[in-house]
């Protein structure tokens, strides 16, 4: 992409309306614009990341073996009356009258809807284990929607449903979904950490959220600072190995860690004192077990490998797609501006022309330009006629992890710089190895 031709509206000044640094620098970078309260439009570069985490959350679903399908944003009332949920769910649902006086609603969630298509085509134990999810925008009229994306009314969500014959199959499910999910977040660049927590309106037993910590958080958070030093790494996971996932599952979530909804003062102080933390959390997902819940009250079963009916054992897991690029700001910035993880930049390079109409460097620039385009990578290229003061400050803002800037003076040594946004630091190099250095880099992340 080149910088001249792209639709990226940087504000010069901090938008008022921001009060925590990610809404603040998603306004700046001209990511998104509020259309009215808790909703907004994703401009071009807000998008793109959009995309990006869309994309690692599907490509960590499929190795999990789950099955992408799409469910609609609208659905009639009835089905959440079978549940008992349509007069539970409160304000938050956004209520609608057809033309016809049906109601209908704005999906907050879908446990009823992938019900009702599970009960009308599943009807055999041997169709079982079956997870399917969508990544869908919901609604939820927030009482206060704030924060940008953090809390917005309309919001981008994965949710997955699972579907087991018997209790153990649906908690090897919930062990899988935790396990997968904490590679998801950390492709991002994230530490989530799962947190013992509360059902709340979905119900259920068994559930997990996933905390990103951020002083802007706004869960209050008690944790054993041992849980930091866990990381997922690269290890192979074969997801059908029920005590493969056990044992992962354990690792993660044996070690105290809650928010201030299960909070139990009495277990926590068992932690040793100097290991125990209290701090605040984003809350980027969370996955649940609810037995039969919703296959009794909406009377999905199938038959039994001893031919008796039985109701299916669900569960479901969510994870905050369009939440995650506000929580990835809060934990990666800096005064500057964003520090993108590898993961999920919008561009993997950017390359700035110090001397715009300098025929050496503009020729130095489009021939980078070009090399990276054909080595699969995307380089976002600066050939505005502007200060490079300027060009310098864009970039910092817009947070893409390198940097290559390209001016009359060092091509005369034949060279250019490399900078890291993360560190700062620059080193010269020969075009070529600039090239190749940044796919070396993309090519292990
Ligand atoms: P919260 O407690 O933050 O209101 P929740 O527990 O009601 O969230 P879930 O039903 O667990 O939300 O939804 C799954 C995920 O969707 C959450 O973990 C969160 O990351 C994201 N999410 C929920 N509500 C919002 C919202 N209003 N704006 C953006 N993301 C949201
Ligand atoms: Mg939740």
Same mark, same amino acid.
């Given at each position: 992409? @080149?910088?001249? /031709?792209?639709?990226?509206?940087?504000?010069?000044?901090?938008?008022?309306?921001?009060?925590?640094? !990610?809404?603040?620098?998603?306004?700046?970078?001209?990511?998104?614009?509020? !259309?009215?309260?808790?909703?907004?439009?994703?401009?071009?570069?807000? &998008?793109?990341?959009?995309?990006?985490?869309?994309?690692?959350?599907? $490509?960590?679903?499929?190795?999990?073996?789950?099955?992408?399908?799409?469910?609609?944003?609208?659905?009639?009332?009835?089905?959440?009356?079978?549940?008992?949920? &349509?007069?539970?769910? =409160?304000?938050?649902?956004?209520?609608?009258?057809?033309?016809?006086?049906?109601?209908?609603?704005?999906?907050?969630?879908? $446990?009823?809807?992938?019900?009702?298509?599970? /009960?009308?085509?599943?009807?055999?134990?041997? +169709?079982?284990?079956?997870?399917?999810?969508?990544?869908?925008?919901?609604?939820? %009229? $927030? @009482?206060?929607?704030?924060?940008?994306?953090?809390?917005?009314?309309?919001? *981008?969500?994965?949710?997955?449903?699972?579907?087991?014959?018997?209790?153990?199959?649906?908690?090897?499910?919930?062990?899988?979904?935790?396990? #997968?999910?904490?590679?998801?977040?950390?492709?991002?660049?994230?530490?989530?950490?799962?947190?013992?927590? +509360?059902?709340?309106?979905?119900?259920? +037993?068994?559930?997990?959220?996933?905390?990103?910590?951020?002083?802007?958080?706004?869960?209050?958070?008690? *944790?054993?600072?041992?849980?930091?030093?866990?990381?997922?790494?690269?290890?192979?996971?074969?997801?059908?190995?029920?005590?493969?996932?056990?044992?992962?599952?354990?690792?993660?979530?044996?070690?105290?860690?809650?928010? %201030?909804?299960?909070? %139990?003062?009495?277990?926590?102080?068992?932690?040793?004192?100097?290991?125990?933390?209290?701090?605040?959390?984003?809350?980027?997902?969370?996955?649940?077990?609810?037995?039969?819940?919703?296959?009794?009250?909406?009377?999905?079963?199938?038959?039994?490998?001893?031919?008796?009916?039985?109701?299916?054992?669900?569960?479901?897991?969510?994870? =905050?797609? #369009?939440?995650?690029?506000?929580?990835?700001?809060?934990?990666?910035?800096?005064?500057?501006?964003?520090?993108?993880?590898?993961?999920?930049?919008?561009?993997?390079?950017?390359?700035?022309?110090?001397?715009?109409?300098?025929?050496?460097?503009?020729?130095?620039?489009?021939?980078?330009?070009?090399?990276?385009?054909?080595?699969?990578?995307?380089?976002?290229?600066? %050939? @505005?006629?502007?200060?490079?003061? =300027?060009?310098?400050?864009?970039? +910092?803002?817009?947070?893409?992890?390198?940097?290559?800037?390209?001016?009359?003076?060092?091509?005369?040594?034949?060279?250019?710089?490399?900078? #890291?946004?993360?560190?700062?630091?620059?080193?010269?190099?020969?075009?070529?190895?600039?090239?190749?250095?940044?796919?070396?880099? &993309?090519?292990?992340?």
């Amino acid at each position: 992409m @080149r910088m001249s /031709r792209y639709f990226l509206p940087v504000l010069k000044e901090d938008p008022a309306e921001a009060a925590i640094v !990610s809404h603040r620098l998603m306004l700046r970078a001209g990511m998104i614009k509020q !259309s009215s309260a808790g909703i907004y439009s994703w401009l071009p570069m807000g &998008y793109k990341v959009l995309r990006k985490i869309e994309d690692i959350v599907h $490509e960590e679903q499929a190795k999990a073996g789950h099955m992408p399908m799409l469910m609609p944003t609208i659905q009639s009332a009835d089905l959440w009356r079978e549940s008992g949920r &349509y007069d539970d769910y =409160g304000e938050e649902m956004l209520r609608i009258k057809d033309r016809h006086d049906r109601d209908m609603l704005f999906t907050p969630t879908a $446990e009823e809807l992938i019900t009702d298509i599970f /009960r009308s085509h599943v009807s055999s134990y041997k +169709d079982l284990p079956l997870t399917l999810y969508q990544i869908q925008w919901k609604f939820r %009229d $927030e @009482r206060r929607p704030r924060f940008g994306v953090m809390r917005g009314r309309e919001f *981008y969500m994965k949710d997955g449903y699972n579907f087991d014959l018997t209790k153990e199959d649906a908690l090897h499910a919930y062990n899988r979904h935790l396990v #997968s999910y904490l590679r998801t977040y950390e492709r991002m660049g994230l530490q989530a950490i799962p947190m013992r927590a +509360d059902s709340g309106p979905i119900g259920g +037993d068994d559930t997990h959220e996933f905390l990103v910590l951020a002083e802007t958080g706004e869960s209050e958070v008690f *944790y054993d600072s041992a849980v930091t030093d866990l990381t997922f790494g690269d290890r192979e996971i074969d997801f059908d190995d029920v005590d493969q996932c056990q044992s992962i599952m354990e690792e993660f979530t044996t070690k105290y860690a809650r928010t %201030d909804e299960t909070h %139990d003062e009495a277990l926590f102080n068992e932690v040793p004192e100097e290991r125990r933390r209290t701090a605040r959390g984003i809350e980027v997902g969370q996955i649940f077990y609810f037995g039969t819940k919703y296959s009794d009250a909406m009377n999905a079963k199938v038959q039994g490998p001893d031919g008796k009916p039985v109701a299916v054992h669900m569960g479901s897991h969510g994870i =905050g797609v #369009s939440r995650l690029l506000g929580a990835i700001i809060e934990a990666s910035h800096d005064d500057k501006g964003i520090i993108w993880p590898e993961g999920v930049t919008p561009y993997h390079v950017g390359i700035v022309n110090l001397k715009q109409g300098d025929e050496e460097a503009d020729a130095a620039c489009e021939s980078l330009y070009k090399e990276f385009t054909a080595a699969g990578l995307e380089p976002l290229y600066d %050939d @505005r006629k502007e200060r490079a003061g =300027g060009k310098f400050a864009t970039m +910092d803002l817009i947070g893409l992890p390198w940097r290559i800037t390209v001016g009359p003076r060092g091509l005369k040594n034949g060279v250019v710089e490399l900078t #890291s946004r993360k560190t700062g630091e620059s080193t010269e190099m020969t075009p070529a190895e600039a090239v190749a250095r940044v796919k070396d880099i &993309y090519a292990g992340a």
